[in-house]
């Protein structure tokens, strides 16, 4: 079960700035399996324990939104087996976890070309997504099949096709048109994103909307990052200032 605990957190000041929502790249699966000896899959499976706890520790630090790159839509090139193996964590972990969302009232949400992935798989995220559409406690938004390229092409065809369409006005056309043709219509954009493995790049990952996020980057493998490495990774973010382009002396007016 998700623990969502409301007790006060000696570790993050309250009153300072908290992100609103936080976005991960979970990186390091395979690298962790492989010292240790194991399958790569093994890797994903322990990484897959860590939602839970990261879900909680975000709950705990406030955060009401929280994107975790799952499948990007370059990993359908990894070996079929192992691509196999990951839809089938994906349907199980849904399958497991799918009471815990309700019981919290955790909303549910996908980004990315889902319609891509197997039926089954389709099948249970359609049914959570829709068990939990009304919840608003925290939302959890899973990137599947996703890329910021892809995602780009997608939205602007369908512009092109709502201008033809008369649907919209193409003078009209500014960054709040096309951000509600991107995946995440309707969800604030990441304010801190977190890279785990050591690898300090976006890979095709929220490109246009982490465009004034916090970029936070640890060595630590996803199956080893926990409560305690999300608290430092959001106390990290509240001793930043972000200025969006401004002084910090227009800041402080």
Known sequence: MYEFYNVAMNDIDKSAN????????????????KERGKPRIDGHIEGSKRIREVLSAASECGVKYL???????????????????????????????????????????????????????VELLEKLKEQ?????SATLILALNYGSRDEICRAVKNIIQDAAGKKIDPEKIDWPVISSYLDTDAIPDPDLMIRTSGEMRLSNYLMMQAAYAELYFTKTYWPDFGRDEFIKAVKEYQRRERRYGLTTDQLKK
């Open 67 to 121: 994107t975790l790159y799952a499948f990007s839509s370059e990993n359908w090139n990894r070996p079929k087996e192992e691509v196999d193996a990951l839809m089938e964590l994906l349907k199980n972990t849904i399958r497991e976890h799918s009471e815990d969302f309700i019981k919290n009232k955790v909303r549910f949400r996908t980004i990315g070309n889902v319609g891509k992935l197997p039926s089954n798989c």
């Open 132 to 136: 939990t559409k009304n919840f608003d």
């Open 18 to 33: 908290l992100p609103r929502h936080v976005a991960i790249i979970m990186d390091g699966n395979g690298r962790w399996a």
